[in-house]
């Protein structure tokens, strides 16, 4: 929060100098679009570094779904104060958003199924912790938070060690209390993988008729793994990917190709 204060007043902001330091002002903010409502812990937070003397009173809880030119929230305070902090907030409140609202449309294309939507490491440096937090209010699940609460081991890792049974050995004893997730890329390495005994399995860009006979072989197996189907999904295709019986699927989209709710605040109330 204060990197991002401090990015945007740098040595101070000239434009709100304008305006008479005594001067105070009521503000909304609106929200253009339907959307779900996220980041106003954010919000609250910029306006509290800059003057602890606004007032923020939100007219939706966080999470709430809001129709076009809905009402979010009114903001009372010094008017420079609600002039130099209105984009930083609004920034964090309409990314937040857009992360929770597209989560959700993803949830809702495979409610009814007994898979869960994931997301990934793809986020906006120094917002990761941020962006999961919306992915959550969203509906769906973190994946790892970054590298060191899951063992993930890729293609890269697998050459490197030199088999996928090398590298889940190596990760047990150097991580035993880590869960072990391993990438394949067909049915072989997927047995490899279960003999080795992975708890997750990431299907790489496994078409329907491939995570159909994964499903099949991973319950044929004991005891089984965790599935999680990734790469190349979209949303119209990921109720069939849903029924295939996976347990997961990842989305690199929910917070790396997001589009921001398009908000604006307004003053409403002429200066003192």
């Known amino acids: 929060m204060a990197r991002a204060l401090r990015e945007d007043i740098g040595s101070g902001d000239v434009t709100a100098d304008l305006i008479p330091t005594r001067t105070g002002a009521r503000a909304h903010v609106l929200c253009r679009e339907e959307a779900m409502l996220c980041g106003a812990p954010w919000f609250d937070e910029t306006f509290r570094q800059l003057d602890a003397a606004v007032q923020i ?11 076009p ?8 305070g010094p008017a420079r104060t609600l002039l130099t902090g209105e984009r930083t907030a609004l920034n964090f409140l309409q990314l937040l958003s857009g992360t929770a609202t597209i989560t959700q449309r993803y949830v809702e294309a495979i409610h009814g ?9 793809k986020t906006i440096p120094g917002l990761r912790t941020a962006q999961k937090y919306a992915v959550r209010c969203g509906g769906a699940a973190n994946h790892r938070i970054g590298l060191y609460d899951l063992v993930l ?11 996928i049974s090398a590298a889940v050995a190596t990760a047990r004893s150097h ?3 880590v869960r072990i997730e391993v990438e394949v890329e067909n049915l072989q390495q997927l047995r490899e ?4 005994g992975a708890d997750i399995i990431m299907l790489d860009n496994f078409d329907l008729e491939l995570l159909r006979a994964a499903v099949a072989v991973n319950r044929g197996h004991e005891p089984p793994a965790q599935l999680e189907s990734s790469g190349g999904l979209t949303i119209e295709s990921l109720r069939a ?6 347990d997961y699927i990842s989305v690199g989209a929910l917070t790396k190709n997001v589009t921001a709710i398009d908000l604006s605040m307004r003053i409403v109330t002429s200066p003192d």
Do not use: M, Y
Not at 113 to 121: E, F, G, K, V
């Open 175 to 177: 991580a035993p209390r």
């Open 113 to 121: 199924t007994a898979c869960q939507i994931l997301d990934t490491r």
């Open 57 to 67: 009173s939100w007219h939706f809880p966080e999470g709430s779904h809001v129709k």
């Open 241 to 246: 990917v849903a029924e295939t019986g996976v």
């Open 69 to 76: 030119n809905a009402l979010l929230c009114t903001l009372e």
């Open 153 to 163: 081991i890729k293609e890269n890792h697998i050459a490197a060690a030199g088999s």
């Open 193 to 196: 993988a279960l003999a080795a």
